[in-house]
């Protein structure tokens, strides 16, 4: 009923997704927000159009629709996962396989993406589907260790199939992101090269920026959607209390089984996404450290949450660029005696003095890549700690305080 | 389905009849089948049922009755918490001529028994399986008149072995198959209904006395309708009651008042009732609702206007300096509304848009009373402060008194002329006056009772010599149009010094504390006045958290110098407000929370003083 949101009058209302008008409203502010990014006409908001932000903004999105697949099984079915990366490089070979033109030492079919992305998804779910049985049997920190197991098997696998993944150090090419209908000449809608669409000359990064997010739209509502259904909440209960769950008839083996599919599948997508953005990978990619950023990813946004993924893959994925700037601001400052010289004194090493960061090769601080791992090491061990509902909790609280309004409980 | 049963059912042969209740609700489902009518909570979703739906049911259930043999002027009893079934019941027993009495949820099984067997009940309605126990108990053989019980929740009365049982569901699929075999028999009952018909029985809640049954007819309930319902001004914004109005039924279907603001007013304007899970989720339930029409008693307009100083006072900084300014605030706006009347002044509105945004809105949010616009207290004298309270939140509270026996038409304070502290004018066109001698008030009109359900005595005593109903109740007129209740008759103090001193007036006074739940002030035939003072749990171990005061239990609590020092302050401020003959000189706590089970508290929550004076004698003594 109007003005009464506390009044649910069927389980359709009490579960919708935006159950009031001021939530539809601001959801649809924030998409126009997102599509105009690239046109940069929205003050504050103007930089992230540029090219090099628009690269940035694209790995996230990828990095999103990955970290929705982990939240999927760490988040909701409580099953701690070290071997996302290696259902990403599953997917990703799928689609090099199915999309990229063969040549004398490489496989290829050369087909077109409405084959190979799916693929890619179906291909990580089938080998997520394989490896379950052996995964569910164990729990929590064993299961940490078997999904690490998988990881160096990946490793040593995509290192040696030369005629799949180019061979150790050198990688081979993408298929580019563009929609044809079979093999013809000219694609018929081009994400990845300038151009003009509607009139409007767009760059390719800025293309690539709108079918990232569709696609990422599309990943959001269906995680957000299988939150609440019959087995998104079998898979709460799971993480909530496996053994209870099983004897209030949830099929514990069955659904874990159903996690690690679902999340090897948009592991498998973002996989194939991220070699198309980059164009060129190394086997080595699908490492360790991927995993780690992806499970840093949930405990930063906020495990189980879909909005706190969201949040977490941009955290996480544009700390470098932001690191960067600012270490390459403070240079500047320093060099320019500018108000923040002192700051830039204490954290970046200059030939000879102390400092944090070093700008210079071979210097005497971190490199800048250095001090990022220590900066994801860092804010989990501060988030675990203080803020274990990640920045979702903070969001939490904040909303919390509006919501009690003018009480606090 | 429905509305070609209707068209049959509505094809009645000798006329329409009296408009009872019945014929109202019956005159909606063929106006407006697919509206809602009534909503109930069930595992977290607000069920809805249609005037259609709720037709049906009726009529099923009233051949239901029918097929058990009831026949008119039989009772039908219903013992149970407010819900769909209750009014559903109550409706079939109407329309079939015969006569609901109705049993409050907390009577014990010893007065569930003299209710029944007074009554004469044939036909009992037990809600759960405890309601059932309660007559199960009983020995057996005693109420052989019942014929049968129906129970609706059948948790735990599954495996009970009685023939009297019969399962809701059951029982309207036995209505059912009595409606195939002989379609218009509800119909012609309908249209025989007489305006002298009695239609319910009112147990009074008996604080001297065992309750009698006030006898009210289908004339006394359209009186009332007319009267309170439908008066003309009642409302502040003018807009009559109509069926988008949203209305919280929690109080007891059995008493008048609520009979009156659910059942009456749904039949008489279509609005919408809304039932409570139960009377502790009252808070919550508002909440979710946020009813346009509310009516409370002095008892939950008290727990609301504490909730909010203890939670206000409980919030962070910034939140607490807020809402102290705004409560403040609200202090000055409702100083203004009660100056004039009741409605907003300039300087009011100014005021309160001040305030609007950032406090009353989300408080009144909070609250449950967001979109009310007409609520209203009655049933026990409540505390002005209070009124002014609410008032000066934005919502329009209005006191307003009758009683059973006159169908609850009295007064009321109208939009616009209340005054505080009164309980407003008496209708228009009707028989109201204070007796000159004895100042208590009487009334004669169409609303009055029919008697007392064999007790021709007690009718009788009720009635002056030229037929007005004695209420009992002193009053005073203000200004010559509105009237103050000074007390019951009964329990006005005389003091050994040969004061008139009205009690409930203080009592109110102490009751307007967050702290203090019940006051009981004694001193007829005492050289001076003491009272006997109960905590409320809630709000007072919140108090001695903060302190950090340990305490165990109820007594633990109340029996603390530092809860006694705080109820002093409490009884001394008071004191400042009245004449010293009507200062409370000592007080004891009582070491109890007073319950309707041992005898303490009617069903409606009042105190029985005399058993109070009976249970805490030497408590009452060791003050003189």
Known sequence: MRGRPHLFTSYEGEQSLLPTWTQRVMLALFLVLLVTIPLQFVPGVQFLGSDSWLLVLNRVMIYAIGALGINILTGLAGQVSLGHAFFMGIGAYTAVVLGAPASDRFWGMGLPIWIWLPAAGIVAAIVGIIVAPTAVRVRGLYLAIVTLGLVFIGEHLFRNLTFITGGAGLGRDWPELAFRFWKEEEPLIDFSSRGPWFGIEFSGAAKTYFFMLVLLILFTLWHKNLARTRIGRAFQSIRDRDIAAEVMGVADAKNKLRAFAISSFFAGVAGALLGALVGRLVPETWNLLLSVQFVAIILIGGAGTTAGTLLGSFFVVAIPRMVEDLTRMLSVQVRTDGPFAWLGDFIIADQGDFGLVSTVANGPGLSIFQTNLALYGFLIIIFLIFEPLGLFGVWIRIRNYWKGWPFSY | ?624
């Open chain 2, 1 to 624: 389905m429905s509305t070609d049963m209707l068209e049959r059912s509505d094809a009645g042969e000798a006329g329409t009849g009296y408009p009872t209740v019945a014929a109202r609700v019956r005159e909606w489902a063929g106006k407006a089948p697919g509206q809602v009518c009534m909503r109930e909570k069930d595992f977290g979703i607000w069920h809805e049922i249609t005037w259609g739906q709720c037709w049906e049911t009726i009529l099923d259930a009233a051949h239901g009755l029918l097929a058990l043999g009831v026949e008119p002027g039989d009772r039908v009893s219903i013992h149970s918490e407010d819900r769909p079934e209750w009014i559903v019941l109550d409706m079939a027993t109407v329309a079939i001529r015969g006569i609901t009495v109705g049993l409050y949820p907390t009577n014990p099984a010893p007065e569930v028994e003299y209710l029944l067997s007074d009554s004469g009940s044939v036909v009992h309605f037990a809600e759960d399986q405890e309601q059932v126990d309660k007559v199960l108990e009983l020995p057996e053989g005693s109420l052989a008149h019942i014929r049968r019980i129906l129970y609706v929740e059948d948790r735990g009365v599954r495996r009970y072995d009685n023939d009297r049982l019969l399962f809701w569901d059951d029982f309207l699929a036995l209505g059912r198959e009595h409606r195939e075999r002989d379609p218009g028999a509800v119909e012609r009952l309908m249209a025989e209904a007489e305006a002298d018909d009695v239609m319910t029985l009112v147990y009074t809640s008996g604080t001297t006395g065992p309750p009698k049954g006030a006898m009210l007819t289908n004339a006394n309930a359209e009186f009332s309708m007319r009267k309170i319902i439908e008066t003309e001004g009642r409302l502040p914004d003018g807009a009559p009651p109509n069926p988008s109005d949203q209305i919280l039924t929690y109080l007891p279907l059995c008493h008048v008042a609520e009979r009156i603001f659910s059942t009456w007013t749904m039949v008489a304007t279509g609005c919408v009732l809304n039932f409570a899970e139960s009377i502790e989720t009252v808070q919550t339930n508002l909440r979710e609702v946020q009813p346009t029409l509310f009516f409370a008693v002095p008892r939950i307009w008290e727990k609301l206007h504490a909730g909010v100083i203890i939670k206000s006072r409980d919030a962070t900084w910034m939140k607490r300096r807020l809402s102290s300014w705004g409560l403040k605030l609200a202090e000055r706006i409702g100083d203004e509304v009660v100056a004039n009347g009741g409605s907003h002044t300039t300087k009011s509105r100014i005021l309160y848009a001040l305030g609007y945004f950032f406090l009353f809105r989300p408080l009144r949010e909070r609250v449950g009373l967001r979109y009310c616009r007409w609520a209203g207290s009655g049933a026990a004298p409540i505390a002005p402060e209070v009124l002014k309270f609410f008032m000066g939140l934005g919502v329009p509270v209005f006191e307003l008194y009758g009683m059973t026996e006159n169908a609850a038409v009295a007064t009321l304070n109208f939009a616009g002329r209340m005054k505080l502290g009164t309980v407003g004018e008496p209708y228009p066109d009707i028989g109201f006056r204070i007796d000159e001698e004895t100042g208590e008030i009487q009334t004669k009109h169409e609303g009055v009772f029919k008697g007392y359900w064999q007790k021709p005595e007690a009718t009788a005593e009720t009635f002056t010599e030229d037929g007005w109903l004695r209420t009992g109740d002193v009053g005073e007129w203000v200004d010559g149009t509105h009237v103050k209740i000074v007390d019951r008759i009964k329990h006005i103090i005389i003091t050994s010094g040969g004061k008139n001193i009205s009690p409930s007036e203080i009592e109110n006074k102490l009751k307007t504390s967050p702290y203090i739940k019940e006051a009981v002030v004694i001193g007829d035939g005492r050289k001076y006045l003491t009272a006997l003072i109960g905590i409320e749990l809630d709000t007072v171990g919140d108090w001695a958290l903060r302190k950090n005061l340990p305490y165990t239990t109820y007594r633990d609590l109340s029996e603390k110098p530092e809860v006694i020092e705080l109820i002093q302050k409490i009884v001394d401020g008071v004191n400042e407000q009245f004449a010293r003959v009507e200062n409370i000189r000592k007080f004891r706590m009582i070491p109890k929370e007073l319950d309707h089970e041992d005898g303490e508290l009617t069903a409606t929550q009042k105190v029985k003083r005399s058993a109070l004076e009976d249970m805490f004698g030497e408590l009452i003594e060791s003050m003189y």
